[in-house]
């Protein structure tokens, strides 16, 4: 078992009943077609943050799709989503006994109130509580310090400007191992790793593992590399329900070519368990 303590929370949160649910809800207007809000409390330097925009979308399919939970998820990202209203849009491509698919896009009006699609999501969805117990891996647990000796948003001597809207809403401890970037001095690795949960002291379900694969600060910040780093496709495999208590994730780069970099990701639970998988393709900015 990882050594971690829960973040303190004045009072807990309950999956169904928290900020994250409240801010990642969609309202049905007519068969696949939903209403959204999205939240300001979700962004990063004024952009929404990938992983919730995922979120708001794997939640409109998961009241579409006839089973409950998405396995795999593949994002491509094509226009900068604003806070404020949007439409989401869902069409269910093919039911079976074990996995149904379906699609997805988030639209918002532009400032000439024509209507643009920011996402558009395929994805696959089956019931995790039905899987067999059968583990057969080499995959291991990311090596983190104890929470207590991880640094996180609170702990820098200044916030990033337009960067503490979501930082309020996570439990974000950061690997000092991975945190050069911050002092001036990346290590060039290319990794990230971090405890995460929702500050909130929600626990972590299906849904919310499609933030934390993206709620960590970018890898190309390790590698020497400065700004925004836009999400152009984010795939998330969910592998199992997480158990109670913090998720570590490690996320790395083995590779920046041409202006463009992959980010793999790690999610484990508190009990060890591998319970979600992401691969994504962003874009970095040179110079």
């Known amino acids: 078992m990882p050594e971690a303590t829960s973040a303190p929370s004045p009072s807990r949160a309950v999956i169904g009943d928290s900020e994250f649910d409240r801010d990642t809800a969609v309202t049905r207007r007519e068969p696949g077609v939903y209403d959204v809000d999205l939240s300001a409390g979700w962004t990063i330097i004024n952009a929404v943050n990938g992983g919730y925009l995922l979120a708001v979308l794997g939640r409109a399919l998961a009241d579409t ?8 998820i593949t994002a491509h990202y094509l226009t900068a989503s604003r806070p404020g209203p949007a439409v989401v849009r869902t069409e269910t491509v093919r039911t079976g006994r074990t996995l149904s698919t379906g699609q997805a896009s988030l639209l918002q009006l532009d400032d000439e109130g024509n209507e643009v699609e920011r996402i ?35 702990d820098a001597p200044a916030p990033v400007p337009g960067s503490s809207a979501i930082a309020d809403r996570l439990m974000l401890k950061l690997d000092p191992e991975t945190l050069g970037w911050a002092l001036g001095a990346p290590s060039g690795k290319g990794e990230m790793r971090a405890w995460f949960g929702l500050a909130d002291g929600r626990d972590a379900d299906p849904l919310s593992l ?8 970018p890898t190309a910040f390790e590698i020497g590399l400065q700004g925004w780093v836009p999400t152009v496709e984010l795939t998330v495999h969910v592998r199992r329900r997480p158990a109670a208590g913090p998720l570590r994730v490690a996320i790395t ?9 992959e980010e793999d990701a790690e999610v484990w639970d508190s009990e060890d368990h591998l319970v979600a998988q992401s691969r994504q393709l962003a874009r970095a900015r040179l110079g």
Not at 65 to 71: K, M, N, Q, R, Y
Not at 121 to 150: F, H, K, M, N, Q
Not at 210 to 217: G, K, S
Request: glycine share 6%; hydrophobic share 40%.
């Open 65 to 72: 799709l006839p089973h409950p939970d998405p396995f795999t």
């Open 210 to 217: 499609l933030l934390a694969v993206d709620a960590l600060p």
């Open 253 to 261: 780069t083995r590779n920046l070519a041409g202006g463009f970099l």
């Open 120 to 154: 558009r999501v395929l994805a696959s969805y089956g019931d995790l509580a039905a899987l067999p117990d059968d583990v057969r891996t080499t995959a291991t647990p990311p090596a983190i310090p104890p929470l207590e000796r991880c640094f996180g948003p609170d």
